[in-house]
């Protein structure tokens, strides 16, 4: 098979890592991809947002498998101009991404089919309305941009003059683009985060090993969102009991609402749940793998995965052949200097040579690239130390080993990724 991956992150190098294992693959095309992936994939330029691009790539290309990383080309309708030339891919329709691309019809969706999230106080497509709605809410309060906006359109807002600030900044000067035209309020849940990605054909599903991401900036959740600093997976996330509530009350009538609406989604289903005192809840759903879940998901990987892919894009997936490493796998992100906010980049990444021969251990590259014999930094999110282990705490160790080996001028990283940290919910500043 010649398979094209469509991303340039570390979501999209541990897929390519994994995908170049497979006996059945013999060529792996990454557009864009990164400095780290052009090490064992062949990269060609590309923009995620350039649909139309992206069918002439392919075009060219001709691969057998087409799998889709970022949720913007998916939101475009990717997948919709791939089946219409009967080309195989990975991802849902544009309908289908809906899911993601609208945090309103996402909300309206867990409404129709009864499927338990947090409490809506409203949707409003006027900044007045919005202010006006802040007097009737409990605080914190959760404020929504409709559309994408790059992971920085949720705000968990304190007091209303924060919440205020954030409905201005995004509604009446635009900061986030036309994402922000429309917001929703929502009540703030408290409790545990937990990613429960499932993968389904339209028809059967089998869900992913469990992951928790870790989107604040600094150690014990504090500081603004980012897209996630690390992330990590283990049989102790999840107890059966929890699993089997996750699985009939979210992941069923979430697949069965689909159906319901004539929707028939294929590829990743990303649910983010907030695991509340009165049960799982649903925060959001995205329609594509997580970064950086992907990663910790990728280092338990114990089955073909092209395979995998291959039967889902084919209609035909077999469940049981998604097989599991026991134990546990983390990522730690290295991030650029000022990330997430302005940050410098172009910066020699150094120690990576070494970094590389501990046992277990994957560097996943995210915002880097090659220049003659140099590996720069070119992105907010930079590497994704990623290690398996036994225990959680081997593949916790053996990830900060290597981190040590690894600087760049500005890296700054979390220093508890899979240790339990930040419980509480963070409210923003
Ligand atoms: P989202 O972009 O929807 O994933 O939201 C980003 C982050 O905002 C989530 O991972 C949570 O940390 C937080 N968040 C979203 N919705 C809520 C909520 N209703 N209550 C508390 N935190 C939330
Ligand atoms: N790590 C969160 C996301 O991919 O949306």
């Known amino acids: 098979m010649k398979v094209l991956v469509i991303g340039g992150g570390g979501r999209e190098h541990a897929l390519v890592w994994r995908l170049k294992e497979s006996s059945r693959v013999d060529r792996v095309v990454c557009a864009p991809g990164n400095g780290g992936i052009l090490a064992e994939a062949e990269c060609v330029a590309a923009e995620a947002g350039d649909v139309g691009g992206l069918v002439a790539l392919a075009e060219r290309l001709g691969?057998?498998?087409?799998?889709?990383?970022?949720?913007?080309?998916?939101?475009?309708?990717?997948?919709?101009?791939?089946s219409k030339r009967n080309w195989r891919i990975v991802g849902p329709t544009k309908r289908a991404a809906q899911i993601e691309g609208s945090k309103i019809f996402a909300k309206e969706f867990l409404r129709r089919h009864n499927i338990p999230t947090a409490e809506l106080y409203g949707c409003y497509d006027s900044p007045g309305d919005a202010?006006?709605?802040?007097?009737?809410?409990?605080?914190?309060?959760?404020?929504?941009?409709?559309?994408?906006?790059?992971?920085?359109?949720?705000?968990?807002?304190?007091?209303?003059?924060?919440?205020?600030a954030f409905i201005e900044r995004v509604m009446e000067k635009n900061e986030l683009g036309p994402g922000g035209r429309r917001v929703l309020l929502e009540e703030a849940l408290e409790g545990e985060e937990l990613t429960f990605i499932v993968v389904t054909d339209g028809e059967r599903y089998a869900p992913l090993v469990p992951t928790r991401d870790h989107k604040r900036v600094f150690d014990g959740n504090q500081g603004p969102n980012t897209g996630g600093m690390g992330a990590f997976s283990s049989d102790d996330l999840l107890p059966p009991g929890l699993r089997q509530i996750i699985i009939s009350n979210i992941v069923e009538p979430t697949l069965r609402g689909f159906a319901a609406e004539g929707i028939r989604y294929q590829g990743?289903?990303?649910?983010?749940?907030?695991?509340?005192?009165?049960?799982?809840?649903?925060?959001?759903?995205?329609?594509?793998?997580?970064?950086?879940?992907?990663?910790?998901?990728?280092?338990?990987?114990?089955?073909?995965?092209?395979?995998?892919?291959?039967?889902?894009?084919?209609?035909?997936?077999?469940?049981?052949?998604?097989?599991?490493?026991?134990?546990a796998s983390v990522c730690v992100v290295l991030a650029s200097g000022g990330y997430p906010g302005n940050?410098?980049?172009?910066?020699?990444?150094?120690?990576?040579?070494?970094?590389?021969?501990?046992?277990?251990?994957?560097?996943?590259?995210?915002?880097?690239?090659?220049?003659?014999?140099?590996?720069?930094?070119?992105?907010?999110?930079?590497?994704?130390?990623?290690?398996?282990?036994?225990?959680?705490?081997?593949?916790?160790?053996?990830?900060?080993?290597?981190?040590?080996?690894?600087?760049?001028?500005?890296m700054h990283f979390r220093k508890d990724i899979g240790t339990g940290a930040g419980r509480r919910i963070a409210v923003g500043d």
């Open 63 to 82: 691969p057998d498998l087409t799998v889709v990383g970022p949720e913007l080309p998916l939101v475009r309708g990717i997948a919709d101009e791939f």
């Open 131 to 164: 202010y006006s709605a802040l007097c009737a809410v409990d605080w914190p309060v959760v404020i929504k941009a409709d559309g994408l906006c790059a992971g920085k359109g949720v705000f968990v807002g304190p007091n209303p003059d924060k919440a205020t």
């Open 268 to 327: 990743f289903l990303y649910i983010g749940l907030m695991l509340t005192l009165s049960g799982p809840k649903v925060l959001e759903f995205n329609c594509r793998l997580g970064d950086p879940e992907a990663q910790a998901i990728a280092a338990r990987m114990d089955f073909d995965l092209a395979e995998i892919l291959n039967d889902l894009a084919a209609g035909q997936l077999v469940p049981a052949k998604l097989r599991w490493k026991p134990g």
């Open 343 to 410: 940050f410098k980049s172009g910066k020699r990444i150094e120690g990576l040579t070494g970094a590389g021969q501990i046992n277990g251990v994957k560097i996943l590259h995210a915002g880097t690239k090659r220049q003659n014999d140099s590996l720069l930094t070119s992105g907010g999110r930079v590497l994704g130390v990623t290690a398996s282990g036994p225990t959680l705490e081997a593949a916790v160790g053996a990830a900060y080993e290597t981190v040590g080996k690894i600087h760049f001028e500005g």
